[in-house]
């Protein structure tokens, strides 16, 4: 599945999976703004299946949340994961609410990237003959997305299975990403348009992220 070969997407081993990371979100999804950082980063572990073992309880709040920014990202809710095992994050990303990944192949994002509201990434793909697809029963299959470094995805942005996002690249609100952007670019539109090059340090003009 991970290397996108053909799968039964019914497996009983992938729907028992599917079924643990789904209750993981909700647990998550269930968790406020009263939470400590300490609580959200246990739930958004248990969504990617992540056993490493946490650091020592700091009495201290701040401190205690501060252990956390070198070792995970900060996500809002709500979140739907589909698998949860092949989402990857880098530390110091940021995700915000409303974020859908199909993470049938590896999705994999980068330290410091920005997520606005309602993202979508999708891996999944199914066969374009219908006899083929067969309702359900078909096989169906996936491409990794990967999402570099540094990068800021606009709110509402969708991003297709196979995409590569470079280093540092801005990809702008309600955009659809269906083919890969080179680092340091900024792409807008259906589909995403490379419309000039970024360069490093450069200040500018903001765009909207929603």
């Not at 299946?49 to 701040?62: K, Q, S, T, W, Y």
């Not at 110091?92 to 409303?98: M, Q, R, S, T, Y």
């Amino acid at each position: 599945m991970c290397a996108g070969e053909p799968y039964e997407a019914w497996d009983k081993d992938l729907q028992a999976n599917r079924v643990r990371c789904y209750n993981a979100c909700k647990a998550f999804n269930a968790l406020g703004m009263g939470n400590t950082r300490r609580e959200k980063v246990v739930a958004w572990r248990a969504i990617i299946d992540d056993e490493r073992p946490l650091p020592p309880v700091n009495p201290d709040p701040e401190q205690d949340a501060a252990q956390f920014e070198l070792t995970d990202p900060v996500v809002e809710g709500p979140i739907s994961v589909d698998h949860g095992q092949n989402f990857i994050v880098e530390p110091g990303a940021f995700l915000n609410f409303g974020l859908v990944v199909l993470d049938t192949c590896p999705v994999k994002v980068g330290a410091r990237t920005l997520f606005g509201p309602d993202i979508r990434i999708y891996t999944a793909l199914h066969p374009l003959e219908p006899a083929a697809r067969n309702g359900l029963k078909g096989p169906e299959f996936g491409k990794p997305v990967t999402i570099g470094q540094d990068c800021w995805i606009g709110g509402s942005a969708i991003i297709l299975a196979g995409v590569t996002i470079g280093n540092g690249s801005t990809i702008g609100a309600g955009s659809v990403v269906t083919r890969d952007i080179p680092q340091h670019s900024l792409a807008v539109g259906n589909p995403a348009r490379v419309i000039r090059t970024l360069a490093p340090g450069e200040k500018g003009e903001v765009l909207s992220e929603a």
